[in-house]
């Protein structure tokens, strides 16, 4: 029995500061892949209770419009659905704790989270305003996590079952305080030898970036320690971006990157 779960940021044709991003003809190059080695595809909520088989499920954060633009039909046509974690307080804008560089990202709006609904794709939570849950109060964590759940109900009419932790960033406490708001599972960024779970609230995904041009490296375990490596890097890079904006808005100015700060 082997579930992957995969985990996108951007699909685009770029450029994007940092390289959490794949291009689109990649993307459809590894749905071609998981197809030709026997990966069948889950449906979301089969992260919970995986079938038998080689399945995989398909994750994006943040929910960025090129998702629905350059992931979709491809994935449409070939059945998958997906699991698309908005930041609830951005549907429709553009994000504000991230430094951007390149080609800029708009977060899907109400309609379209609806009409991915309707596809089957299940609707999580990235939280209100992407933090680094870790470093929250009790009460302001807690925010996070209902507000969030509340609003996106509210709005697609369907039941918000998982939280994908901004930045990948989480410990015992928010997991709690997911499973306290109601969440039935929670996704890492933490890629892990095996990719079986044992706690729903730390759900291990492979991250998939623009240097992946082939999943192939992903799947062989010869090169798993390598491309842990890789993917830590960027997520670090990704993390890094979020120091930046925080602590050194003049580096990015400086740097040419774009700045915006609430
Ligand atoms: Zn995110």
Redesign the pocket.
């Known amino acids: 029995m082997r579930l992957i779960v995969l985990h996108y940021?951007r699909v685009t044709h770029g450029p994007v500061m940092g390289g959490g991003w794949v291009v689109p003809a990649q993307f459809a190059f590894h749905l071609r892949q998981l197809e030709k080695w026997g990966f069948v595809p889950a449906e979301p909520r089969e992260v919970l209770a995986p079938a038998s088989g080689r399945s995989f499920v398909l994750t994006f954060?943040?929910a960025y419009t090129d998702i629905y633009r350059n992931a979709l039909p491809g994935m449409t046509k070939r059945g998958i659905k997906g699991i698309v974690?908005p930041?609830a307080g951005f549907m429709g804008k553009k994000p504000l704790w991230d430094v951007t560089w390149g080609t800029p990202g708009i977060h899907m709006d109400e309609g379209e989270l609806r009409s991915l609904a309707a596809l089957g794709w299940e609707i999580g939570s990235?939280t209100m305003t992407?933090p680094d849950l870790t470093r929250l109060s009790p009460e302001k964590l807690m925010t996070e996590l209902t507000d969030s759940k509340k609003l996106l109900e509210d709005k697609i009419s369907e039941r918000v079952r998982f939280v994908?932790y901004?930045?990948g960033r989480f410990n015992q406490r928010v997991k709690d305080a997911a499973r306290e708001a109601g969440y039935e599972a929670g996704f890492t960024m933490r890629r892990k030898k095996s990719l079986a779970w044992t706690d729903p609230m730390e759900i291990p995904r492979m991250s998939v970036y623009l240097p992946d041009y082939s999943l192939f490296r992903k799947m062989e375990p010869m090169y798993a320690r390598a491309d842990c490596l890789i993917e830590r890097l960027i997520n670090m890079n990704?993390g890094g971006t979020a120091w930046v904006r925080h602590a050194m808005p003049w580096l990015g100015k400086i740097l040419g990157m774009r700045v915006e700060l609430e």
């Open positions: 940021h954060d943040d974690f930041v990235h992407h994908a901004p930045f990704s």
